[in-house]
């Protein structure tokens, strides 16, 4: 008996709302046999095929006018591998669902992001990281995967298998194929003890180096139109679990980073004149403190206020610098920022796609609340990052081009020679990723 759905044609958007698509029909596959005839069926009827998964990006990487695939039935743990140290995991799996299925089962991942949202698949095809010395990107976790490519054949590979396609399909775009299984090396759970901290921009930009040499994860957000940062550090803990308390809990993440924020990013976009004012409270408000936790529960946090959001990778020796030039443009300018922009790592890695393939990494993110004008804001930013070698995440909102990308990734080239004999006719394709990718 199948349980593959087909629904009417209706808009499809995206969370952020920046992104409205009307595929010809969406499809919900409940196996992977299911999902290799929705390919085949629509090959021969010559439409487009993506999958998407919770929405999270602000890009239309998923976006198509064919046949939207949606991931909700490919779901939960295939097998666990203790000895290997490695969990598969279907594609369309939550990370949330996957975050607290490891720890019933006493594992973890070693680093992640901090929202888990989004589907594995979503996450890890798009380069979804957090901030870390050492320990890398979800996708930099991957051993295994499998994906469904354009002839409607069933491809595995890793390091071992079709090595070639591994190091390009980890972070691919959704331009090779719709995966369908992710293997990722998992560990024994542990502990983080997670201290956070004020620190004013000049402190913090001063010792950046020496903080993230000197802890495990090391992020910080400044606080525009003040001289005000919070900075977060997550180290392994060998202690006993010490959670925030229910309501010190409550208070910081839900009263003060949800509910009091919206209203105040509410106000900012209503009356912009009143964002420094509010922007000078709002980094005050957050005292610091330190608890310790299993991974999930100290890396994630929730996102209850809806923002839109560019992201830019930069050589790590540039950061500090570029943040700075962020600084005085937001301060001789007449722009008025309500969110905080954020500060994040991560060590060099093998992906050919991947915001840190090849070099030792530092993220700069900037946000604004959803539904405020951010093109001015994003623009003046984004000439900033790219006079650095940025390299936009692929998820965020951006406006570079496969001219300025082949440029930055010394390995693009690479990547594209795996989708032309993949995906030779871009079944997969859309109007991002021809912008992305070219043709």
């Given at each position: ?6 629904t ?6 995206n969370?952020?709302?920046t992104v ?10 409940a196996?992977?046999e299911?999902l290799t005839?929705?390919?085949r069926?629509?090959a021969r009827d010559g439409?487009r095929?993506?999958a998407?998964?919770?929405g999270?990006?602000?890009t239309?990487a ?11 039935l ?9 000895a290997a140290?490695?969990v ?5 799996t939550p ?6 299925a490891?720890?019933?089962e006493?594992?973890?991942l070693?680093?992640m992001g ?7 698949a979503?996450?890890?095809s ?7 010395r050492d ?7 991957i051993?295994?995967l499998?994906l469904?490519t ?5 491809l ?6 079709n090595p070639e396609v591994f190091?390009?399909?980890r ?8 995966v369908t299984?992710v293997t990722l090396?998992v560990?024994?759970?542990?502990l983080?003890?997670a201290?956070?901290?004020p620190?004013t921009?000049d402190?913090?930009t001063a010792e950046?180096?020496?903080h993230?040499a000197?802890?495990?994860?090391f992020e910080?957000y ?6 005000n940062?919070?900075?977060k550090r997550?180290?392994r803990?060998?202690g ?8 010190s809990?409550w208070i910081d993440?839900?009263?003060l ?7 105040a990013c509410?106000?900012g976009r209503a009356v912009?004149a ?5 922007s ?5 408000a957050l005292?610091?403190?330190t608890?310790t ?10 996102r209850?206020?809806r923002?839109?959001e560019m992201?830019y990778?930069?050589?790590r020796?540039?950061a500090i610098?570029a ?5 005085a443009?937001i ?10 922009v954020?500060?994040r790592t991560?060590?060099a890695d ?10 030792e990494t530092a993220?700069i993110?900037v ?10 804001y994003?623009?003046a930013?984004?000439r900033?990052?790219t006079a650095h070698?940025g390299?936009?995440?692929w998820?965020?909102i951006?406006t570079?081009d496969?001219?300025?990308l ?11 020679a795996?989708?032309?004999r993949l ?6 394709g859309n109007?991002?990723?021809?912008r992305?990718?070219?043709?």
């Open positions: 008996m199948t349980r593959n759905r087909t009417a044609t209706r808009a499809w958007r969370w952020a709302g409205t698509a009307r595929p010809a029909r969406v499809v919900t596959p196996s992977v299911e005839g929705v390919v069926r629509a439409l095929v993506k998407v998964g919770t999270h990006s602000f239309a998923a976006a198509t006018d064919g046949v939207l695939i949606r991931p909700d490919l779901t939960g743990i295939r097998e666990t591998d203790r140290g490695t598969t995991v279907a594609a369309g990370l949330k669902r996957l975050n607290t490891l720890a019933r006493g594992l973890s070693t680093n901090d929202i888990m949202e989004q589907t594995v979503g996450a890890t798009t380069g979804t990281h957090g901030t870390g320990s890398a990107s979800i996708a930099a976790q051993r295994a499998e469904i354009a002839d409607g054949s069933l595995r590979c890793s390091a071992e298998e190091a390009a399909a972070i691919g775009l959704g331009a090779l194929g719709v299984a090396a560990e024994p759970v542990f983080l003890t201290r956070e901290e620190m921009f402190r913090v950046f180096d020496q993230v000197e802890n495990e994860h910080f400044w606080f525009p139109h003040t001289g940062c919070n900075t997550n180290n803990s060998a006993i679990a010490a959670p925030p308390g229910r309501l809990g993440d839900e009263l980073s949800n509910g009091a924020f919206q209203v509410s106000l912009p009143t964002i420094p004012a509010l000078k409270i709002s980094s005050r005292s610091a403190r608890y936790d299993i991974p999930y529960k100290v890396f994630t946090s929730p209850r206020v923002f839109v992201e990778a930069l050589p020796e540039a610098g943040l700075r030039e962020v600084k443009m301060e001789r300018s007449p722009l008025r920022v309500s969110f905080p954020e500060i991560a060590p093998d992906i050919a796609l991947s915001t840190a393939s090849g070099r993220y993110a946000h604004l609340y959803r539904g405020t004008p951010y093109r001015s994003f623009t930013v984004e900033i990052m070698g390299r936009p995440h998820g965020k951006h570079r496969a001219a300025y082949s440029g930055v990734y010394p390995r693009f080239g690479e990547f594209t795996v989708r032309d995906d030779p006719d871009r079944l997969f109007d991002y990723l021809r992305v990718l070219g043709d």
